[in-house]
């Protein structure tokens, strides 16, 4: 069974740094786009920062410069830095990837269960 993992959340104080995780365990064949979203009580999710499977990095415009995404396909994980910390970052962040090909031709669209991050003022 195929899963996205998340872990690395925690409570951090403004202007400190957190790097977040999400590995894909299981049997799988290769990975497309991986995408960090996140999510705070009463907001929709919204999207932080996409990976394309060669590296190519997108990011909102309110971590432009202080996050940074990157991936390791050897190891099917996707990284989340954070730098400079704000208290509205403070949200549950989630890993997807609506691509995950088990086989060269079949593929399912996965979500972790979430990482808590605390941004303290």
């Known amino acids: 069974q195929v899963q996205l993992v998340e872990s690395g959340g925690g409570l951090v104080q403004a202007g400190g740094s957190l790097r977040l995780s999400c590995a894909a365990n299981g049997s799988i064949f290769s990975i497309e786009t991986m995408v960090w979203y996140r999510q705070t009580p009463g907001r929709q999710r919204e999207l932080v920062a996409a990976?394309?499977?060669?590296?190519?990095?997108n990011y909102a415009d309110f971590v432009r410069g202080r996050f940074t995404i990157s991936r390791d396909n050897t190891k099917n994980t996707v990284y989340l830095q954070m730098n400079s910390l704000k208290p509205e970052d403070t949200a549950v962040y989630y890993c997807?990837?609506?691509?995950?090909?088990?086989?060269?031709?079949?593929?399912?669209?996965?979500w972790g269960r979430g990482t808590l991050v605390t941004v303290s003022s």
């Open positions: 997807n990837a609506d691509q995950i090909y088990i086989t060269r031709q079949r593929y399912l669209e996965l």
């Open positions: 990976i394309s499977r060669r590296g190519s990095a």
